[in-house]
């Protein structure tokens, strides 16, 4: 846990959230400012700023956080979705705690 991370606070229980999902190593919570009709985090429990400080040791922890996109993305009745991982100030990250994006309830426009 940091301290001043507001994705710790949320795992913590000190900042609700609209959860989706959450088990011993991830939570996923709708996110507060939606980019899409259905727009939510999934996010692994322990603190990592984003994935560019994964390493091998992460490997399993974030193939479940990919995995848990579809499965999530279907109990929320998503027939397609987007991911996205924003990654470093200039990959247009602003919470630097790692976590997946997932878009879906509309058609999304092309990339
Ligand atoms: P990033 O730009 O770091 O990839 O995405 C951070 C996301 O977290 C943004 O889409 C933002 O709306 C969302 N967010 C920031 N603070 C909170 C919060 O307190 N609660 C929830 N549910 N989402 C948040
Ligand atoms: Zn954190």
């Known amino acids: 846990m940091s301290a001043d991370c507001i994705f710790c606070k949320i795992i913590a229980g000190n900042i609700p959230s609209s959860k989706i999902y959450e088990d011993d190593?991830?939570?996923a919570f709708?996110?507060?400012h939606p980019?899409?009709?259905v727009h939510f985090l999934i996010v692994p429990k322990v603190h990592i700023e984003s994935l560019a400080s994964c390493g091998a040791r992460h490997q399993a922890l974030?193939?479940?956080?990919?995995l848990l996109a579809p499965s999530l993305a279907k109990?929320?009745?998503?027939a397609g979705?987007?991911?996205?991982i924003n990654t470093g100030r200039?990959?247009?990250q602003e919470v630097f705690h790692v976590h997946l994006h997932v878009f879906g309830g509309d058609?999304?426009?092309k990339t």
């Open 25 to 27: 190593e991830v939570i």
């Open 30 to 32: 709708h996110d507060v």
């Open 35 to 37: 980019k899409a009709k």
């Open 62 to 66: 974030l193939g479940k956080v990919l």
């Open 75 to 78: 109990e929320q009745g998503l």
């Open 81 to 84: 979705f987007r991911t996205m």
């Open 90 to 92: 200039d990959g247009g």
């Open 107 to 109: 058609q999304l426009p």
